[in-house]
């Protein structure tokens, strides 16, 4: 056994963490700050937070992933990592260039007390930054929350540093996107062209993170939301936040600003979530829904209804990022599937609340979110009520192969497959690439284990 | 032999190579860019703080500590006493495999222990929330050793991890507790964190077990971490030889290994740099007396051997050696003749860590290749020029801080190995003992050296030499292979491996073969991208 030393005797522990099912804040300010055309995302702290956040996202995308470093020593540790991000400036714009840098604190930087603001401003004072060029920053101290919260973080210092309200509202919709991948944000912008809405998606990691084989390595890709973009949002009709915990602090920063109003939807993940997020966009933009996406939704609707005996019962455990696990838990139940165990390390009484509104039409499933809410909890509630099916990202494999369950890949981080940044999860056909995913693993679990004379050709 | 690389002057390369950053920026990065010269070997500045924004590829001494030193002993829990990142990110990360005996032996590797630090630990302190997780800790797993790890916030906010190890140290009675204080912010890379580990192991765990294990020929494996199983292989053919292996730092080992490593009689290190301090310490406090080998290579293995035999001295281990290199190198000398017309004659560059950009260059020589440029991420001048310029060597304000250990001949565990006379006659005979050579006095005149290279130097590196391979690891692998170089990654391997010993001097012949030959590179232009593509339209118009 892998992870031999768990055992079902689950206890309360307070001081503990094991197998978390979270990271740190300033992996998703890395992340979101990738998502903004010509921007070099840079770490305020010592190197190896950097190193750390590059190789996990490099991991997970198969893709060079750019930051730079403030590089604390001992002594800027005591003294504080002004002198060093001034340098840190001067030197990335002299070499790499960027149109933005886009700056995220650290432990240690917020331990110390440095404050990005004062910092950039002082940048700012003393010429530092070339013509045309700009700075934003972030505070994302890895002791509060989690990744969600840093890109979260990162999301709402973009509106906030970027939007302007000119006095003249654009016809366009804010489409705020939680952290999902390039993949994600592609298929929402092809949704919206298809209803021919207007939208301004940010940020916008696709042709960033999904970048194609040329030949050339292209520092900054050509994809990323743009700064004219970024400006604009101010002038939007509305907002749309895609993610009540990664998503929504930007259109709260957007409103306080800018006056833009805005609304809040789950991800649009499965049936559902998607019905809503059309309905709202479609609103939202004045558009109608047009044949097309309804055709869609009937595609996935008759996958559902076709193989709905594979799905119907089936328990499952799943773990991962609150704003993923509130539209798949939805979907699962659509299934006809049982939620059965739920963990989140991300931290926040509002992801509960939902979670425990949706979880009503799932009687008897465990959930728990927040400190201690981890893998090693989810892995014991396992042992005590065996599932069918386990979903989550690459470390959930220990689990999966340990007790034996069919596992399906999702979330962040994948480490060991590659799938999710060039095909979506979200919108219908999102939900029909789930649903292939999940009876992939049924159905070649059922293959593998049925008695030859029981095994079927046709299912 | 002359690197192949006439192309351009590599002084000439070393200039453009600085041109583009800021004047103080330049002046520094000069002194780590050096042209080699095998002969008088060049002074380069190393183990120097990172220039900041300029995007180098080093971690920490988090990193260099718990990550590296001490990750790979299976029945440490391993206690990261911060916020979840540093946890979280060298969770399962480096392939360290490890091979416990039975389904029964602890092997704590696959799990991550944190303390997971709030806000409130932040400002109230984190010691009381690090001794309940100890406390938690022994009271599910019941390890030997619970290590305890220390993150940036740690230092600054003044917890005590060493108070709170020895206190629970204390009350648990049968386990063995102890911290690091190896914060990120120390030193200026990986390399503190190195330092730091050593001296813990030294202090908390060597010496405790004077059991003597069997074995005429008793050795430690120092620096050795079973990336890829490494390890393993090495342990296959120590086995062969009638070597016994009393402890290996730290690839495939235990806690008892490490407690019982004083009762061998010779320590042969691998990665000089993160692990000379124990080689050094070991000598000083017991007697015994260290030597470098290395087992990247089918050669360098051979020879590995055949020290070890020199140095015990003995007839029938010698002649044993012998064999097993005659019964292992035909399947090698095989490969290598199936593979060397396709190599011969290509360049590879390597940007590795503290000791791999050296070890690797005996497999490219083996396979014909030419290493035209190479460089560390955080070794020290000894490791470039060779441990006799550690006298020379300055350490300066950021490094000064990382505990310098006093040791001294243990008054009841000292026993010299081998006796003065018997030292010097060794060393007459040419067997290099206490010594390193560096990587620069085995690369060809000509080559360029570059200490902490940055994003930038590398990619410049590339466009200027356009070298068949490039070697070094995850941030770099997807930049380089959208430049069209295919990247060996000589830290994870790229998920393969073995590399050492004879099979693994195999593994990597082929490996390097699959890329450099791989018929993906040519078809990176599509059809219609083509010079010719355009003729091809025309003569439809025209038809």
């Not at chain 1, 489409?175 to 940020?203: H, N, T, Y």
């Amino acid at each position: 056994m892998l992870l031999r030393h768990t055992t079902s005797e689950v206890k309360e522990r307070e001081g503990l963490t094991i197998n978390p099912a979270k990271t740190c804040q300033p992996i998703g300010a890395m992340y979101a700050a990738l998502g903004i055309h010509g921007c070099l995302p840079h770490s305020h702290g010592s190197q190896g937070c950097c190193a750390y956040h590059r190789s996990t996202l490099t991991r997970h995308y198969k893709e060079p992933v750019m930051a730079a470093t403030s590089s604390f020593t001992e002594g800027a540790s005591v003294f504080g990592g002004q002198a060093n991000l001034l340098a840190a400036i001067d030197t990335i714009f002299s070499v790499y260039d960027p149109d933005i840098i886009a700056v995220h604190s650290t432990c240690l930087s917020e331990t110390i007390g440095d404050d990005l603001q004062q910092i950039t401003k002082k940048a700012l004072d003393d010429g530092k930054i070339p013509e045309g060029k700009h700075i934003i920053y972030a505070a994302t101290p890895s002791f509060v929350g989690s990744h969600v919260t840093g890109y979260a973080n990162m999301v709402a210092g973009m509106a906030q540093q970027f939007a302007v309200s000119t006095g003249e509202k654009k016809d366009q919709v804010n489409l705020v996107a939680g952290w999902m991948e390039p993949s994600d944000m592609r298929e929402l912008k092809r949704i919206s062209k298809e209803m021919g809405a207007k939208v301004v998606l940010f940020p916008d990691t696709s042709d960033v993170l999904d970048a194609p084989q040329t030949g050339k390595h292209e520092f900054y890709p050509k994809g990323g939301v743009t700064v004219p973009e970024l400006r604009s949002t101010g002038d939007s009709k509305c907002s749309l936040a895609l993610g009540c915990i990664s998503a929504e602090p930007a259109a709260v920063a957007l409103d306080k600003k800018c006056g833009v109003p805005f609304e809040t939807l789950d991800m649009p993940i499965g049936i559902s979530a998607t019905d809503r997020f059309v309905m709202a966009l479609s609103k939202a933009a004045g558009v109608k829904v047009p044949d097309e996406i309804t055709a869609e939704r009937g595609r996935l609707l008759d996958v559902m209804t076709d193989m709905e005996q594979y799905f119907h019962g089936r328990k499952v455990a799943l773990f991962g990022d609150p704003d993923q696990l509130i539209p798949l838990t939805e979907f699962l139940l659509d299934l006809g599937m049982q939620p059965k165990h739920i963990v989140s390390g991300t931290p926040g009484a509002r992801f509960a609340k939902r979670m425990k509104e949706i979880l009503q039409r799932a009687p008897g499933a465990n959930f728990k979110n927040g400190l201690n809410a981890d893998m090693f909890l989810l892995h014991q509630w396992i042992k005590n009520e065996p599932v069918d099916l386990l979903i989550g990202n690459t470390y959930g494999k220990y689990i999966a192969r340990d007790e034996d369950i069919p596992f399906v890949r999702y979330g962040f981080p994948i480490l060991d497959r590659i799938g999710h940044s060039y095909f979506p999860s979200v919108g219908y056909t999102g939900g029909l690439r789930l649903a292939e995913k999940i009876l992939g693993v049924l159905m070649d679990r059922q293959d593998m284990k049925a008695k030859e004379e029981k095994f079927e050709l046709v299912m | 032999m002359e690197a192949n690389n006439t192309i351009r002057d590599p002084q000439a390369i070393r200039e453009e190579l600085v041109q583009k950053y800021p004047a103080k920026v330049a002046k520094k990065r000069t002194k780590s860019i050096v042209v080699n010269d095998p002969e008088t070997v060049p002074e380069v500045q190393a183990n120097v703080r990172t220039v900041p924004g300029i995007i180098t590829q080093r971690g920490c001494s988090y990193a260099g500590c718990k990550g590296v030193v001490l990750g790979p002993t299976r029945d440490i829990v391993n206690i990261t006493h911060g916020p979840i990142g540093c946890g979280f990110y060298s969770w399962l990360t480096r392939r360290n495999q490890t091979r416990p005996a039975t389904e029964a032996d602890a092997n704590y590797m696959p799990y991550c222990f944190s303390t997971d630090m709030q806000e409130e630990n932040v400002v109230f302190g984190g010691e009381k929330k690090l001794k309940v997780a100890i406390q938690e800790a022994y009271d599910l797993f019941h390890p030997k050793a619970i290590a305890i790890f220390s993150t940036c916030p740690v230092g600054l906010i003044g917890d005590d991890v060493h108070a709170a190890a020895r206190e629970m140290k204390e009350k648990l009675g049968d386990c063995n507790v102890f911290g690091f204080s190896c914060e990120g912010y120390r030193g200026v890379s990986q390399s503190a964190g190195h330092h730091i580990a050593n001296n813990g192991v030294f202090k908390h765990m060597v010496g405790r077990n004077n059991e003597k294990k069997e074995g005429k020929f008793r050795l430690n494996l120092l620096g050795e971490y079973n990336i890829g199983g490494d390890a393993f292989e090495i342990e296959r053919i120590f086995d062969k030889c009638g070597i016994t292996l009393v402890s290996s730092f730290s690839g495939n080992s235990t806690v008892g290994q490490l407690e019982n490593a004083h009762m061998a009689d010779l320590n042969v290190i691998m990665c000089h740099r993160s692990i000379n301090y124990m080689g050094e310490m070991m000598e000083a406090k017991y007697g015994i007396p260290w030597m470098k080998v290395n087992f990247v290579g089918a050669e360098s293995t051979a020879k590995s051997l055949r020290r070890i035999a020199q140095y015990f001295g003995d007839e029938g281990l010698k002649k044993r050696v012998e064999e097993v290199i005659g019964e292992e190198m035909p399947k090698v000398t095989a490969v290598i003749e199936e593979i060397r017309p396709r190599t011969e004659g290509k360049t590879a560059m390597l940007f590795v860590g503290g000791s791999r950009a050296h070890h690797y260059q005996d497999l490219f020589d083996e396979l014909g290749m030419t290493t035209v440029a190479a460089g560390y991420e955080f070794a020290h001048r000894d490791d470039y020029e060779g441990r006799e310029v550690l006298p020379s060597i300055k350490v300066d304000a950021d490094s000064k801080n990382i505990e310098e250990l006093k040791v001294e001949a243990d008054p009841e565990l000292y026993r010299p190995r081998k006796s003065e006379a018997e030292l010097e006659a060794l060393k007459a005979e040419g067997l290099e003992i206490s010594g390193y050579e560096g990587m620069l006095k085995q690369m060809s005149k000509k080559s360029l050296v570059v200490d902490d290279i940055s994003h930038y130097e590398s990619e410049r590196l590339i466009e200027i030499y356009k070298p068949d391979i490039f070697c070094a690891g995850i941030k770099e692998k997807y930049v380089v292979q959208k430049m069209g170089v295919p990247l060996k990654q000589l830290h994870s391997y790229d998920y393969g491996g073995p590399y050492t010993g004879f099979e693994g001097a195999v593994n990597f012949y082929r490996d390097i073969d699959r890329m450099v030959g791989n018929p993906v590179w040519k078809l990176i232009k599509a059809p219609w991208q083509k010079e010719d593509a355009g003729e091809l339209e025309a003569s439809y118009a025209e038809g």
